[in-house]
Each structure stands twice: as C-alpha cells, then as structure tokens.
C-alpha cells in the first residue's frame, strides 16, 4: 500500500482564496490582526513572518508588535491591553514560546476573549469544551478541516492522539470527541505508545520528537496526521525540516498521511486567517461575548 499524500498546501491556498474574495470590497477597513512577539527566538520569528505574509495576501491588516525579551510581564499585559481597546484591531495573537520564566497563561489571559483569535484563553478552551461557538485553536481547527475536506470517516473510528498541549492535543481530542470519534490520548508518560498507536484508524502525531512514529507503530490502512515540526540535525538533509512521523516508512502502510513541510502547518496559518475574519465579522456585529 502506499499512502495518499494529503496535501495541506492546497487546501489552505483554496481557504486564502476565498478569503481574498471575501475581502476584496473591504480594502479601505479591513480586519487587523496584531500580531505579538516577545524576545528573538528565530523559529517563532520566522512563524510571525509567515503569518504577516498569509495576512498580506489575502487583504487582512497586520500589527506587528516587537517587544524585548527582557520585557516584563506588566509591559506584556500593558500591551495587550491597548491592543485590546484598539478598534482597527480585530485579533490578537501572542507568538509562543514566551521566553523562560514568563507567565503565558497569565499572558493569554489578558486577550479580550473576542480577539482571541488563537483561542487558547480560558474562555475560548471552556466553550470548546462545552460544545458552545468560540474560537478554535487553528491547528486542531486545521486538522479536523483536512479530515473533514479528505473525507476521513470520523463518527466511530478510534483516534489516538500522541501530544497532550493545550494548543494542539487537548483541543484536537476535544474536537475529535465532538465528531463522534472514540479518542485515546498519549503522553510521555503512556506506557507502550505503540500498543496504543497500533490501535488508531486515525493517529494525530503532536509531539515534536524528529520521526519518533514508524511504520510497526501504525495501524495498515490508518489515517496518519503529523503535527510536528522538527528541525533535522544531521546528514544530507541537516537544516530541513521533518514531522513527527518517518514518511518514508509510514507512507507504505498508511492509507492516507499528511507531509511536513506542506500538510497541518499551512492550514493552521489558513485558520488563523478565517478567525481573524470571523472576529471582524462578530465585532462589527456588535457580539462581545465570545
Ligand atoms: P508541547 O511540547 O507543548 O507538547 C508535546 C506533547 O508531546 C506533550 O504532551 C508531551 O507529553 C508529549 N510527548 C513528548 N515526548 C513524548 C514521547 N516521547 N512520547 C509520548 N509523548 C511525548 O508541543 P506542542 O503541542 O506545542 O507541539 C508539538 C509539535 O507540533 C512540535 O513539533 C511543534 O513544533 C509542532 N507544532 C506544529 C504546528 C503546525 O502548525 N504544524 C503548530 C503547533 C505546534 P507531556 O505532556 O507528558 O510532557
């Protein structure tokens, strides 16, 4: 068997485009997204330029917001507050990891729940699981649409999800529970991960951890999402990057497996955009709550 590649490049590209349209006649008053960066960690500094770009392309202002990593929490929450009274701001994301020693949920905290266009507060992660209109984190977001755009039976199947983060696997199990898939989830502390893994018509990979899942951990015929973003170390490809997954293994007994780079990554970036928009949408409504 070889895998169909589920291409995420694609399918977020289709979800920019129809966003450029929908916001073509919106040129002169477009959404805002801030988009704030603590510190000089050059992984999240290129994710903020990516999503600058996304915003670029499809029409949405962006507000670049640069602060020190020697900022202090105060200044952190000073800022989002006046980004939070800033009417031609409609979202606002806080680029994680904050460096060491800051508080993020105390950060996150501190985003009007009707700009929390990443969803990670509080109040957007208790709606989720209440089962109540929020915003979704975009990667568990991203994930479920490829499902759902790949035509992945999800009511009944058995979903593992290896990761257990409040920004991916935790919401990810919660919306995969909402779909009526039965969902396991795997942490560092699960024993046997492959007994479980084998187990999985759908296995979501969020780890980080290089290439940790290979082919006798995977179910012949399962559906294989991997979240993970890892930077290789050594060897020819030393400086690309790879999933959680061995493609080149897992491809030859899963049914179906996304690539990294070009599967979960662009489509988070896609549903970043589409709460950006859904946030202008509510705030021009009037609706401030969630
Ligand atoms: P975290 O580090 O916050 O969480 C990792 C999770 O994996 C934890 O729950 C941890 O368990 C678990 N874990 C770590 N090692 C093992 C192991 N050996 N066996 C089983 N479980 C393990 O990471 P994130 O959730 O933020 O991100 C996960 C990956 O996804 C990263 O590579 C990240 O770069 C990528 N990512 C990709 C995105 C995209 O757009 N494609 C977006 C966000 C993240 P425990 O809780 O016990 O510590």
Same mark, same amino acid.
């Given at each position: 068997?070889?895998?169909?590649?589920?291409?995420?490049?694609?399918?977020?590209?289709?979800?920019?485009?129809?966003?450029?349209?929908?916001? %073509?006649? /919106?040129?002169?008053?477009?959404?805002?997204?801030?988009? *704030?960066?603590?510190?000089?960690?050059?992984?999240?500094?290129?994710?903020?330029?990516? =999503?600058?770009?996304?915003c670029?392309? *499809?029409?949405i202002?962006?507000? #670049?917001?640069? !602060?020190?990593?020697?900022?202090t929490?105060?200044q952190?929450? %000073?800022?989002?507050?006046?980004?939070?009274?800033?009417?031609?701001v409609?979202?606002?994301?806080? &680029?994680?990891p904050?460096?060491?020693? $800051?508080?993020? !949920?105390?950060?996150?905290?501190e985003?009007?729940? +009707?700009?929390? +266009?990443?969803? /990670?507060?509080?109040?957007?992660?208790?709606?989720?699981?209440?089962?109540?209109?929020? /915003?979704?984190?975009?990667?568990?977001?991203? @994930? $479920?649409?490829?499902?759902?755009?790949?035509?992945?039976?999800?009511?009944?199947? #058995?979903?593992?999800?290896?990761?257990?983060?409040?920004? *991916?696997?935790?919401?990810?199990?919660?919306?995969?529970l909402?779909?009526?898939?039965?969902?396991t989830?795997?942490?560092?502390?699960?024993?046997?991960?492959?007994?479980?893994?084998?187990?999985?018509?759908?296995l979501?990979? %969020?780890?980080?951890?290089?290439r940790?899942?290979?082919?006798? $951990?995977v =179910?012949p015929?399962?559906?294989?999402?991997?979240?993970g973003?890892?930077? @290789? &170390?050594?060897?020819?490809?030393?400086?690309?990057?790879?999933?959680?997954?061995? /493609?080149?293994?897992?491809?030859?007994?899963?049914?179906?497996?996304?690539? +990294?780079?070009?599967? *979960?990554?662009? $489509?988070?970036?896609?549903?970043?955009l589409?709460?950006? @928009?859904?946030?202008?949408?509510?705030?021009?409504?009037?609706? #401030?709550?969630?």
């Open positions: 068997m070889t895998a169909e590649i589920m291409n995420g490049s694609g399918l977020a590209a289709k979800l920019r485009e129809d966003l450029r349209t929908e916001l %073509a006649p /919106f040129q002169a008053s477009p959404p805002g997204l801030a988009v *704030v960066l603590v510190g000089a960690d050059p992984a999240s500094a290129v994710y903020v330029k990516h =999503k600058i770009r996304a670029e392309e *499809v029409g202002r962006s507000i #670049h917001v640069s !602060l020190p990593a020697t900022a929490q105060e952190i929450a %000073a800022e989002i507050r006046r980004l939070n009274a800033a009417r031609d409609h979202g606002i994301l806080v &680029q994680l904050l460096p060491s020693g $800051m508080d993020t !949920l105390a950060a996150l905290a985003i009007d729940p +009707v700009k929390d +266009v990443d969803g /990670f507060g509080a109040l957007n992660q208790g709606r989720l699981v209440s089962g109540l209109p929020g /915003f979704r984190p975009c990667t568990p977001a991203g @994930v $479920m649409h490829m499902l759902q755009a790949g035509n992945v039976p999800l009511a009944g199947a #058995h979903a593992v999800v290896l990761g257990r983060s409040l920004i *991916v696997g935790k919401p990810l199990a919660t919306l995969l909402a779909a009526d898939a039965s969902v989830v795997c942490h560092s502390r699960s024993a046997d991960i492959g007994a479980l893994t084998r187990l999985a018509d759908i979501v990979v %969020a780890v980080g951890r290089a940790m899942i290979t082919a006798d $951990m =179910k015929g399962a559906t294989v999402i991997d979240v973003i890892n930077r @290789v &170390q050594q060897g020819a490809l030393a400086g690309s990057l790879c999933g959680d997954v061995d /493609f080149e293994s897992v491809r030859r007994v899963a049914a179906r497996l996304t690539p +990294v780079p070009g599967g *979960v990554g662009p $489509m988070t970036i896609a549903m970043l589409r709460n950006t @928009v859904d946030a202008w949408h509510r705030q021009a409504r009037g609706a #401030h709550r969630g």
